[in-house]
């Protein structure tokens, strides 16, 4: 301790007259009191808390990412924030619990009373989207309205403005792209990839073709699979067709970055790409509570009010059950296994290339 | 203790010298050991194991709905053993973590030694939803093939046992039928009913067309939805309409069973009604579970082998996130709070039928 | 929907403005940003509302307790409202491991700044333990003061409130010597109650009598284990002695109130009993997720501060280990299977028992 | 894949038919079938199979650490593997709520047949209690007898290997012990390190001293705990106060591992120490959830039981609760954070020292 502070009082520190105010059940107000509105105040305004210590998090890695370069001590940095948001990801999952232990019908008793206020107003939670790298084509709007006009223009402002900054997604990709390896002369990575991708599809074709258990019209349906993974695997090394995956949606990380990814995954267990391996994997991690979360969501909001009509005037389950899928941003490193190939069948990383990528991933040294 | 038994050793008991030699890796077996096949064979002898726990709680709740008269004592204990399923549910949810923790890559050192096994191929799993009540015909086959065909002789004759008897879904659905508060003399409680949600579907209708900031497609489109809740809920009057829901596939509860189970929800304040409410909750969260296991699993699968074919010849990812949707059982139940109405609009239950209600639940008094 | 009422804008309603701008950093103010004091302020602010709605639950069960008869549909009620809390609770547990993902050397950052800050003062949380029903003797004092003194006036005058109205521990107790079966005529549960854990008690010293690899002072030690149990089973009928044992701490509640919750315990399986069985169920349930919660917090401040001083100048660690067994409150509860027998060996409840049982709990029958 | 393997059927791999013929309630073998004692042997199986799958994890890192030299690449797959243990350690701890659905008298109905079996006798957990490093001096008896006379021959042998063995805490020691940085030329780090820990300790001194709200018998209380930390700072550096410390049981690590891990705790920024770094709060982290376990169970056991004797003869309840505190290993990682200096006052790092660093923990360089 280098000097004595003003000494705090908790009460003070944590602004709880404050916080503590801030409930004021709409049934109270209009004179007929529902004791569960206490409830689902308090567990909105801790999702709203909770969003804005992620925005918080994730506001830092975007800033971090944004450097021309990044040193390694930063990465470490990045995984250990994202981590944090996981672990707050697996709350938000598991407290739709204490929401469910109120029942349909205790919500009926205030319902009305929130017309149209809505979940979808909540423009935290649309930052946190903008901000990791939902795109707007792929964002399924609600009511047949976007969720922008329902917004105040002061929120309108903050989401226009996380919309004109590379997102968590973009940023990631440049950060591939830039990664040395990719072209490195006379090591022939790519080449014996390639060779060993294309036996691999061959032996499976094999073991379908010699499987006599399968009958004709599921034989077919297995090539005709076979093939199309062998086509997506030559896109990885032709820029036309790979292009053409990006323009059907398949693909949304450029090729190049793709492939960063790819050798990143292939060779995690050297420790110079232990921390990128990390990254990505904790990235993915985030993505997947993310539309856990939303799942979870959906069969509570299901249960809550059936088929009618969502507070908001959503049509409440069939519009939120398309997000769930629509909503997932690193489709493309859920993918990634596609590619993978066994270990042992990996050439070895050249002794020169190993420390050039330890210069790169920690310029320190 | 009222005498003394035979003295017993822990190990014995629990059998641990046949369950921890259940273990061989295939991996080991072709000389070409992978260290995380351990893991992946642990952790589906686990869920195994529940899964056969699940069923022998299932079995008694079968067992005790299959008798003509269900005293409460049983209702209590079947909502206890349906319980204890819930608690059994999260933890196969929370375990896929425990096996997130092998990367594919991982996983491809050993996956090959597997094929066809696969996870489809768990009769237990079959014989759970089938004795919950999923419909043949909503079944999503797998690899276009039945997962029938893929199991032993013996396994398909559990399977074939397990569809001649009712299912959970069809004894819920008879013991609601019987419930005899369905049709008691001079109380009008339906009419008052279907007042009450006239009224309020009105009252809807009404907000949306005051709202003037719904632009003219939106305003089509909410009445659309306001007159098909409508429609909905003059089936559950109608035989013919109701009827026609079913065959829509909109319903899958016979008309009366939904009516009994709507009567339960709403006057499940009554203490008579409250575990004939608690079975239903518990029933519908355990379907909720079941589903959010299947969504979680899809992921997982999606993040370990991309859009390759499952050990089974599957095209994973695709094929299971069909099942999720389809494989629910119980979607009645979650429907219903469509049908709710507010509790101060619901009439007091007459002296008369509070008393029937209570001979019926415990015939005992 | 009975009529329109003024629309309501999502962030209004939560009162977001306020709510979102309550986190101050103290490490800001002094010019020396540490960017995890924001998760510190979110993280407990969280705690604090999670607080106020059990505070808001746990007021709505002692208010419906305080009335002289309580009808069974306010035991389903509180049931449902204690399990809510104890739904909060799992999360109040899993979200410390949101705030562990902060390291201790992060926290040095800006721990200095918030001396004398700390979470004794958390007037919420005593509020919580005394309408629970911790005894102010049994609260252990954290730096050789009483945690009182550190409060503010404000939350000193809330505190003593608090203390001057029965805790649900003397309300509980009060409705349990209330229930009426405890002197019915004729039946003689008591008398062959007795006869039965005598039996059962002499049988297990005579299993440990015929023990032949117990060593000498292990069978000493065995059978005046067996001794004590016998006495304390025989102060379950003796006024005196139980008094004795209140007076030793060993037990807490009425010798009356202890024989009704062993009755109901005992016959749990009869309809009527079985809310007032999930009461107490779920009572005991509260109990020991909170002193688990204890647990956890004192390893996550020990991994923290090791063995410095608190914020608080508390001695952290200590102090908090001997909090966690001393703050259960229902520890009778916990106690009261030591009394339980097989239910083999009960005597069947008389019919007029039953039907008076019945009246007692469902008056309105 | 490069050759087809023979066929494999999901039932025969996972050896389904041994697995799930291995239930054999006592309760039915005695004519007096207790449904809930299946509930009882599968989750016991489930905790047996978890305890093989972190005992194949633990044995794996125990070999890497057995090695003269770790490279990074191993330290890697520790950190991995251990974290694989802690996802599985928060599945034993969750699970403990399927054991509690069933009730303390569901299990009265099947107890006495048990008797002696117990938990005390899973050979499994002590293996994985004795390669932690959990010494048999801190090891509580239960029943005034030592757990290994109760086992049997065969366990016994295998216990005793476990124990000529280096455990995890005395490898990890080793290989702290053999970190390089502990005496390089002319950097003057503990020097620092020690005046700025003289400074802090003295600026808290002067925080109490200047504290007027402090009772004089607080403060008396604060000024000695103060005195005592500086004791422990000093012997940090003194091998014959450190030894003093060592015996009297509040250290266990050297002086020189325990030096070196504040080192990696403190520059842990540095991508070089991120691994080290990770691995040992990876292996708190596990410790933490074994205590936690250890917590949960013991509760669990005294609502189970309340204070009667455990099946296989122990006091249950008393003895449990000595083993939570006792049992835990790495005690000094959690003591470690007591010398953390903040990071503003911690000496840089020379080129030359971090250029060290990197050769010793990925020689591969």
Redesign the interface.
Known sequence: ?????P?????D????S???S???P?SNE?G?PA?DE??F??????Y???F??IL?ELD?VLKMFREEVI???NI??AV?KI??IT??E??LI??L??LE?M???DF??FR?????????????FRLIENKVGLKSENRIQY???DYFNTL?LE?RKLILESMENLSLFELVEKWLERTPFLNFEDFNFWDVYKTTVEQ?LD??R???L??KT??E??ME??LR??AV?KE?FEALFNEDKYNELKRKGVSRLSMKATLAALFI??Y?????L??PFMLL?TI?EMD?LF??WR??HV?MV????????GTG?S?GHAYL?QTV?KHRVFIDL???????????TLPELPYKL??EL?FY??S??
């Open positions: 301790m280098d000097k004595l502070y000494p705090i009082y908790y009460s520190y944590l602004q709880l404050k916080l503590l801030s409930q004021k709409k209009y007929k004791h206490m409830l105040i308090v567990v909105h305004q801790v709203e808390l909770w804005k210590l918080h830092l040193d390694e001590k470490g940095v250990a981590q944090r672990e707050i697996k709350i598991d407290q619990r204490v232990t029942t349909p019908l009926l008793d009305d009373f929130l017309f149209p206020a809505s979940g979808f107003q909540s423009y935290q009511s047949n309205a105040s929120h691999m032996g499976e094999q073991v379908i010699e499987n399968f009958s019209e599921k349906n297995q699979q076979n993974t997506h995954n292939l995690r267990d050297e420790p110079i232990h921390m994997n993915l997947e539309t856990t799942y979870r069969l299901h249960r809550m009010i059936g088929s009618k009509l005037g049509s059950m899928e859920f993918n990634l296994s596609t590619y993978f190939v066994s270990r042992s190993k420390k330890g991933y920690s320190q040294l």
